[in-house]
């Protein structure tokens, strides 16, 4: 397993994602832990489903401002969102996480809550006890490095082997459905059965969310120097005015306005102002 990436916070946060081992990248495509002071937040949608765990801290989630509040305080599932959520925490919060593409989570999990405002379902909905006995054995961690490797080995053993689950995913931010559709041999129309049925997407979907997470992990975004039309198009919207358009639309703010947050918060992070 590679080595943890810590990324730079201001003030009371600590952020830090690990890549999958080999053994998990077919059905996982990071490890996260995330420790901050728990302020409100938004949380940014992405093309995966979170499976996340709490350390420590009372947690609440909202699908969006004015929405009553639900109440996590141990492990839940977060599906693919449609947009943005609202969360924060009593006190300080730590909270460590995995993504997993949504083929490998409806594979193990089943069909999860629609990410439509849903509330998320928690760990224990799914799975019962063993959802309690993994947040002990994370809780008993001493490292990051061991905290990491404690929930990859759990995953390892429950996920479904590659061959059971593997979708044809994109090379590239600009393939498109039918690019997919082409690695697998199968027309466009096939190929989104295909997909949603392992998924319950939208391929067209899941590639525009791909797009998005891709441009808000891309350091550039943070670089008031460096073009937005360049990025747009290297990551496969059509122009500047497209990126827009669809960034406001699954996150809520345009690329201007998530760029004077890029560098100091989670990518998937937006503080209200």
């Known amino acids: 397993m590679a080595g ?62 004015g929405m009553p509040e639900h109440r996590y305080a141990t492990a839940w599932v977060t599906p693919v969102q449609d947009g943005p959520r609202y969360a924060r925490a009593e006190s300080r919060r730590e909270l460590v996480g995995a993504r997993l593409q949504p083929w490998a989570a409806k594979a193990w999990l089943g069909t999860l809550p629609p990410g439509n405002g849903t509330p998320p379902p928690r760990l224990s909905a799914l799975l019962g006890r063993e959802a309690g006995l993994l947040r002990d054995s994370l809780k008993a961690a001493d490292s990051l490095d061991s905290l990491f490797e404690r929930f990859a080995a759990w995953l390892e053993v429950r996920l479904p082997d590659r061959d059971a689950i593997t979708l044809p995913a994109p090379c590239r931010d600009t393939d498109r459905a039918m690019d997919l559709a082409r690695a697998v041999e199968a027309t466009p129309r096939h190929y989104r059965r295909l997909f949603s049925g392992r998924t319950d997407l939208a ?30 198009c290297e990551h496969g919207f059509a122009d500047q005015a497209h990126l827009t358009r669809e960034m406001k639309r699954f996150t809520g703010a345009t690329p201007g306005q998530l760029r004077h947050r890029a560098a100091h918060y989670p990518p998937h992070m937006l503080m209200p102002r």
């Open 4 to 65: 943890p990436v810590a990324h730079p916070m201001p003030g009371d946060v600590r952020f830090t994602t690990r890549a999958a081992p080999p053994s998990l990248d077919h059905a996982v495509l990071e490890l996260w832990h995330l420790d901050d002071p728990g302020a409100p937040h938004c949380g940014l949608p992405k093309p995966y489903v979170e499976i996340v765990v709490s350390l420590r801290g009372i947690h609440w989630w909202r699908a969006a401002p």
């Open 203 to 232: 391929p067209k979907r899941w590639l525009l969310l791909h797009r998005i997470d891709a441009v808000l992990r891309d350091p550039r975004l943070a670089d008031p120097q460096f073009s937005l039309a360049v990025l747009a």
